[in-house]
């Protein structure tokens, strides 16, 4: 493997709308512990045998950078980054790269970048750093901007699809990417499904960091012209002022719309990892233990004849099923919600109408 560094940046921003009520603006699904641990202290200890502390940084919400500091007491606080406001990855990915060079001193020639968003579940944690390893390897020799994909079990509609084409010359399993595509319909879904050359996109990003500046300067320009502003200010006494105006000037764009569906040096490494996006409640439940009625819980909970909910309970009061199935019953001292499973998508909705009432 060549000789290069590798330094992680980990997103924990956004509010996790289809994690409500258990996840609110004040303490995003990052943040929330289950079994002892958050989400984002998950992220970090998984790649911690591999790359150290103060080669990770952490990208959060304004005024949440104190919540990142009591999850992960080893990392150095100037690596926490807390963006103005929220507008999607590409910033938030653009951000991380010019403080890697300006702050943390890390050479944009020789230094490989691993983005990992803050609340997937990875089951196999050590055949996932060898994956990284890999991708790193391969975004620093063979200059290309390297996404993990994961096997379709299912026709999910709810994560954007990878087509791989040809494995790359001289290698075994890192392959071309032919497309990207957005979230599908149902039948587009089952088409890709069934054509088995399609991954699910896993949201995790390696490249060169300075491969990244420079397709964000050829595919995002006014993304580019903007970090440069930022760069020129990083610490200095008008830093915070002038990252401010240029987040409000920023399109609210990913960066798998922005830069990997339109750049020309893409690969992707099927991960066979027992990956998971715990992006709502029927995915939640992995992180939770079963009773013997196939109830998915936590807290102080009783399920009489009831099978296959998800019962979360943050009070002190129990929670008590009766004749229940398939049913979502969330307690907080804030708020109850009580759903069927199949209405786990409308979440979002009900979250967002929550915070208007508050507001």
Same mark, same amino acid.
């Given at each position: 493997?060549?000789?290069?560094?590798?330094?992680?940046?980990?997103?924990?921003?956004?509010?996790?709308?289809?994690?409500?009520?258990?996840?609110?603006?004040?303490?995003?699904?990052?943040?929330?512990?289950?079994?002892?641990?958050?989400?984002?202290?998950?992220?970090?200890?998984?790649?911690?045998?591999?790359?150290?502390?103060?080669?990770?940084?952490?990208?959060?919400?304004?005024?949440?950078?104190?919540?990142?500091?009591?999850?992960?007491?080893?990392?150095?606080?100037?690596?926490?980054?807390? *963006?103005?406001? @929220?507008?999607? !990855?590409?910033?938030?990915?653009? &951000?991380?790269?010019?403080? #890697?060079? %300006? +702050? /943390?001193?890390?050479?944009?020639?020789?230094?490989?970048?691993?983005?990992?968003?803050?609340?997937?579940?990875?089951?196999?944690?050590?055949?996932?750093?060898?994956?990284?390893?890999?991708?790193?390897?391969?975004?620093?020799?063979?200059?290309?901007?390297?996404?993990?994909?994961?096997?379709?079990?299912?026709?999910?509609?709810?994560?954007?699809?990878?087509?791989?084409?040809?494995?790359?010359?001289?290698?075994?399993?890192?392959?071309?990417?032919?497309?990207?595509?957005?979230?599908?319909?149902?039948?587009?879904?089952?088409?890709?499904?069934?054509?088995?050359?399609?991954?699910?996109?896993?949201?995790?990003?390696?490249?060169?960091?300075?491969?990244?500046?420079?397709?964000?300067?050829?595919?995002?320009? *006014?993304?580019? @012209?903007?970090? !440069?502003?930022?760069?020129?200010? &990083?610490?200095?006494?008008? #830093?915070? %002022? +002038? /990252?401010?105006?240029?987040?409000?000037?920023?399109?609210?764009?990913?960066?798998?719309?922005?830069?990997?569906?339109?750049?020309?040096?893409?690969?992707?490494?099927?991960?066979?990892?027992?990956?998971?996006?715990?992006?709502?409640?029927?995915?939640?439940?992995?992180?939770?233990?079963?009773?013997?009625?196939?109830?998915?819980?936590?807290?102080?909970?009783?399920?009489?004849?009831?099978?296959?909910?998800?019962?979360?309970?943050?009070?002190?009061?129990?929670?008590?099923?009766?004749?229940?199935?398939?049913?979502?019953?969330?307690?907080?001292?804030?708020?109850?919600?009580?759903?069927?499973?199949?209405?786990?998508?409308?979440?979002?909705?009900?979250?967002?109408?929550?915070?208007?009432?508050?507001?």
């Amino acid at each position: 493997m060549s000789d290069f560094s590798i330094y992680a940046v980990i997103m924990a921003g956004g509010r996790g709308r289809r994690l409500w009520p258990l996840s609110t603006p004040s303490r995003p699904k990052q943040f929330i512990e289950i079994n002892g641990k958050s989400l984002l202290a998950r992220s970090f200890d998984r790649i911690s045998p591999m790359i150290d502390p103060e080669n990770v940084m952490v990208v959060t919400n304004e005024g949440k950078g104190n919540l990142v500091e009591k999850d992960l007491p080893e990392l150095p606080e100037i690596n926490i980054i807390e *963006e103005p406001m @929220g507008k999607n !990855t590409a910033p938030c990915i653009g &951000l991380s790269a010019i403080y #890697a060079r %300006e +702050i /943390l001193e890390l050479d944009e020639n020789n230094s490989v970048m691993v983005v990992l968003p803050a609340d997937h579940l990875v089951g196999r944690e050590e055949r996932f750093r060898e994956v990284l390893r890999l991708a790193s390897d391969v975004a620093f020799t063979r200059e290309k901007l390297v996404t993990l994909g994961i096997r379709p079990t299912e026709p999910a509609t709810g994560y954007g699809y990878i087509e791989a084409g040809d494995v790359l010359d001289g290698m075994e399993v890192p392959k071309e990417v032919v497309s990207f595509t957005e979230k599908p319909n149902a039948k587009t879904a089952e088409k890709f499904l069934a054509a088995g050359n399609y991954y699910w996109n896993s949201g995790t990003f390696i490249w060169r960091t300075d491969q990244l500046l420079d397709n964000l300067d050829k595919y995002m320009p *006014e993304l580019s @012209g903007g970090l !440069t502003n930022i760069a020129e200010t &990083l610490g200095g006494p008008r #830093a915070d %002022e +002038i /990252l401010s105006e240029e987040y409000e000037k920023f399109s609210s764009v990913s960066i798998d719309y922005g830069l990997m569906e339109r750049a020309e040096e893409r690969a992707v490494i099927p991960a066979s990892v027992n990956w998971s996006d715990l992006g709502d409640w029927p995915s939640f439940q992995k992180l939770l233990e079963s009773d013997d009625q196939g109830n998915k819980v936590q807290g102080k909970i009783i399920c009489e004849k009831s099978q296959n909910n998800i019962v979360f309970n943050e009070t002190k009061k129990p929670v008590v099923t009766l004749g229940l199935t398939d049913t979502v019953v969330v307690n907080t001292p804030e708020s109850l919600l009580v759903m069927n499973k199949d209405n786990a998508q409308e979440v979002k909705r009900i979250a967002r109408k929550m915070e208007e009432k508050e507001e």
